[in-house]
């Protein structure tokens, strides 16, 4: 009796086996959730960061100009969807990120390190926020591809003097605005 019990369990120990490993645990996952809420404000030290380096480019701007503003003043996030929002604020801080990146490698390294630091973490955090678009199928359609469509052309046609300006000046609208708005949802009016 004591022999079939044990050839019962040999047998059924070979056929887990063959079966593959079983998992112990959840697997994990790579989507992450959207946090964005924390970002509603910035502390006084990375606003005092971003003022600093914000005053830097301007210094080292030379005469600029552009036919027409990379982020006209009209633009305000409220105008879109709650679900829009995060996608335009995204193409921004990509935007803004890619400029200021580039005048990073210049003199204005130690004083841009900070709040590109900021910057890239905000963004990183953002993405989780951004609905996966589609490769197929219907493009976004209103205010909101329009925004994205002129942030995408603006970087073909204006002259790196113009980016520069631009994404400096709008800075500060980009943390405390725009972003704050992303931030708090349903509740930005």
Do not use: Y
């Not at 996952?29 to 030290?45: A, E, W």
């Amino acid at each position: 009796m004591a022999a079939v019990r044990i050839l019962v369990l040999v047998i059924a120990g070979l056929g887990l086996a063959r079966a593959g490993p079983v998992p112990t645990s959840k697997p994990a996952t790579t989507q992450r959730s959207c946090d964005i809420g924390r970002f509603k404000s910035l502390s006084p030290s990375e606003l005092e960061a971003f003022k600093k380096a914000k005053d830097a480019l301007e210094n080292s701007l030379e005469n600029w100009t552009c036919p027409s503003p990379v982020f006209p003043t009209t633009w305000d996030l409220r105008q879109l969807q709650v679900w829009e929002r995060p996608v335009a604020l995204e193409a921004e801080l990509a935007l803004t990120l890619k400029i200021l990146a580039m005048v990073a490698d210049s003199s204005l390294a130690d004083i841009l390190d900070r709040p590109l630091l900021t910057l890239r973490h905000i963004h990183s955090e953002l993405q989780a926020c951004v609905p996966a678009r589609p490769t197929a199928g219907p493009r976004p359609r209103g205010r909101l591809h329009q925004w994205l469509h002129q942030l995408h052309e603006v970087q073909k046609k204006e002259s790196w003097g113009c980016l520069e300006a631009s994404v400096t000046f709008n800075l500060f609208r980009l943390l405390t605005r725009d972003l704050n708005c992303v931030a708090s949802g349903d509740l930005c009016l």
